[in-house]
């Protein structure tokens, strides 16, 4: 029996993964915590958290890659690896078939093209401008004075989405009180919001090719009302996996194993992982 | 894989023995009021009209650039800042302009008040503006050549003969404002010399075609630009790049690369970010990713494909220069079918394209650039942002996990052929 780990430490959230092949592959333990100011010490709680869970020896995993903007900083990780290539890898682990990826992060958003084995073809990513990104939906929930579970199902209510004309996650904030200011519902601003954001994820992701299937990761794929406007400006289903915030801590622990098993030289590519499927 | 290396040869330590003498003599003409000196802009450069004269060419950009690497360039970027200049103005331009207004030098000394600036309008419209900037606070004489842009693929006569028109206008001013009679011969024997250091340039630029490639196209050429655009025309220069190539052609013959093993081969497309050079050329150095040719390194003239200053028809020459053979002052088209043959030719893995946030010149475009080489040509290539003089942009996250996804991209994409060829 092999297991390994994946850690994904993110600008907003850290999230950790063990994976086991004992009677197949799967996600024996996950965990999320607050990265805050301390990056290495949210790697090691993520990652102690998943082996409480999986009553395992931090000595019991065999294999751990790192992830992430703090991928440098998990003293205790083997490895690492851009979460560019392992959402990729992840994605096409949960949703086979997978060939675009439209992950929305804290502070990132980015766009994937993804091969048949999970490969990365091709990627775009935003630049010094957090619009599009989960940021953009924090500040609009921060200045409406409600929680960030609560933007998605509240737009999702929406009769007539204002427009929201600026891009900018500080100038939305004034754009906001403008239209509280005109009496319009938070329902309203907030389905407005949904479509500027999914809007300006599409001109990311048009900058590649756009093919089915599309797999949105990230921690905005939990919000239902951002996967519907997304769905909408882009005009076809997504795939969203329950574990869709840990994709790239998948894709970590996925390539853990590869690398766990050197019997190929080129081993972590084959992709053999996403063609048995992974739910 | 090494996060730290050491890049330099013999010629790193010549050229900056060739530029600290050019500093000096500008330091004595600032004291001496000689020899004359003349600003002008890199791209195309008529640096063996001045030769002419004996005056020494004053670039700005080697300045500024001079004080980005040396981590120095936020202070007048600031200064210029504080004037007026707005954020999106050229860095270069700023950090010049601060420079000026608060006696920074790049060197311990002094920098001449010019003769004269002459401002060879190459491609870009910021450079008027900044010389205009110039000639205004420094009170000095300007004179803009207009070189006509690349609208065809070869210029028409009458181009030419527009540009050379100009030249002997600005050899008559010159010699109003040196005092000094135009010497031909002298001019004649400069671009005589500049042929041959052409000529030598470009042997390095098609040393890089082997494998290993025995300098790197991009950081290392940077190396050597200096010494072509401020000796190019003198016999100094031809002894430079004669050592140059001595030393890079051993390095070929015996296999020894940049790297101990070389990874990756690129074609890099934009000027660096120089504020963290350093740190940009680490992040391939990682993995041993060597640039096999450059746009970059064409900013000043164009010569591995052939073109060398004529002593034959010297004007006819240093136009053409001017007009065609420089990356600069060509269009679009050309640029791409330039990258196309580097990596044909120089058979690179993949493009780097390194937009430059505050030069609309070299950027413009660049997004259709990466759409044209990874949509219709298949060539892998990613794009990332800063700036070549202002260290406010450079994110090294960002810019390193671009990196460093694109090479494990570039791994699967070779390790994948390799497993195809070997079935």
Redesign the interface.
Known sequence: MRIVAGVDVGSTQTKAVIMSDNGGLQIIARALVDTGANVQRAAERAFDTCCRQAALHTSDVGFIVGTG?GRYKIAFGNTQ?????CHAKGASFLCPGTRTVIDMGGQDSKAISVGPKG???????N??CAAGTGRFLANSAEVMGITLDEVGPLSLQAKHPVKIATVCTVFVESDILSYLAQGKTAEDILGGVHIAIAKRTLSLAR?L?IEPEITMTGGVARNKGMVQALEEVIGRKMQVSPDAQFIGAIGAALFALEKLDQSF??GI?RGEHAASGGH | MTDKKEYRGSIHQRQKDLMLAWYGQLDQAALTGTPPTVSMMISGNCVELLEGFGAVPLYPEINALQLAIRHQSLDPILAAEDLGYAADNCAYVKADIGCLLKGITPTDGKLPTPTLILCNFVGCNTYLKWFEHLAKFQRVPLYVIDVPFMRTDEPSRSDLDYVVNQLNETVKRLEQLTGRKFDYDRFRQAVECSSRTEGLWSQIKHLARRSPSPFDAYFDAITLMGPLYVYRAKPEGVEFFEAALAELEAKADAHKGVYEQEHFRLVMEGPPPYPYFRTFRDMFAKWQACAVASTYSTVGGLWEFGFRHDPDHPFESVAMHMIAQNVTNRNLLQRYEQIRRYVEDWDADGVIIHFVKSCRLFSAGQGDMRDYFTKQLGVPTLYVESDLEDPRYFAEAQTKNRIDAFFESLEHTKATASIRRKV
Do not use: A, C, P
């Open positions: 903007y690896m851009t979460e560019i290539t490969e990365v073809l091709d990627f775009v990513m630049d010094k900058r090719n030289e080129f590519w």
